[in-house]
């Protein structure tokens, strides 16, 4: 029979589960509010959140503190392990406390100054590929163990589902804001050439491959200046 702790951390998970659902602010209000649920409901000191871009890009979406930015400055920098797990390596579990743990003694450094004597760095994925990773950063190592690290993992695993939801969210939204604005511009450049609908989205595709610039942005330029791009 489950216990208490059990039941409360089962509850609370399931809260956020519902709240991340809900969010629509995109995957940016997904990552604060994981790094929220760790600070406030895990009672981990601090946490962070990256985001892995295209070709393997990482990038900081969310900090519970400003105290942890200069860790960080040394943690999204090739080879570290941040950026290994965000790449989708395995979790790894960094203890300050213990010479030889990290790459350099600037992070080291940074970790102290910041009361930080451990950090596990848990990866955020999904099947079609990582995520991210979620980096939760204590002031006792002591504290370290399976249950905290299962618990953690636990929480790695709903948020990486939760920014892949969010994420394709705001990809259909764009899909949709970027063909609005491509009839737009069709409409007025049929009104403004006497042209069919067909030519019109055929001299804008000319001037997106020409100028080597996104559909998009050539439709959005003609909804707000009513005419066409001009070559530099």
């Known amino acids: 029979m489950p216990n208490q702790p059990d039941l409360w951390f089962a509850a609370a998970l399931a809260q956020l589960t519902v709240d991340l659902h809900d969010a629509d602010g995109g995957v940016d209000q997904v990552a604060a509010a994981v790094v929220d649920f760790a600070v406030a409901r895990l009672a981990w000191p601090y946490a962070g959140l990256a985001l892995t871009r295209r070709a393997g890009r990482v990038e900081p979406a ?89 618990v953690a993992t636990l929480l790695a695993r709903h948020a990486s589902v939760a920014i892949a939801q969010a994420r394709h969210r705001e990809s259909m939204m764009n899909a949709v804001e970027a063909r609005k604005l491509v009839g737009q511009a069709v409409g007025i450049l049929m009104q403004r050439f006497d042209i069919s609908a067909e030519l019109a989205f055929h001299v804008l595709s000319r001037h997106s491959q020409h100028s080597n610039t996104k559909l998009r942005q050539i439709a959005e330029y003609v909804v707000q200046h009513r005419r066409l791009p001009t070559a530099d």
């Open 62 to 150: 969310a900090q519970s503190d400003p105290a942890i930015g200069p860790l960080w400055e040394h943690l999204l920098t090739e080879t570290s392990p941040l950026l290994m797990v965000a790449r989708g390596n395995d979790p790894v579990v960094v203890d300050y406390s213990k010479e030889g743990q990290t790459r350099s003694a600037d992070e080291a450094t940074a970790a102290h100054r910041a009361g930080i004597t451990a950090a596990t760095h848990l990866p955020l994925k999904v099947a079609s590929g990582p995520v991210g990773a979620l980096s939760l950063y204590d002031t006792d190592a002591g504290r370290l163990g399976e249950l905290s690290l299962t």
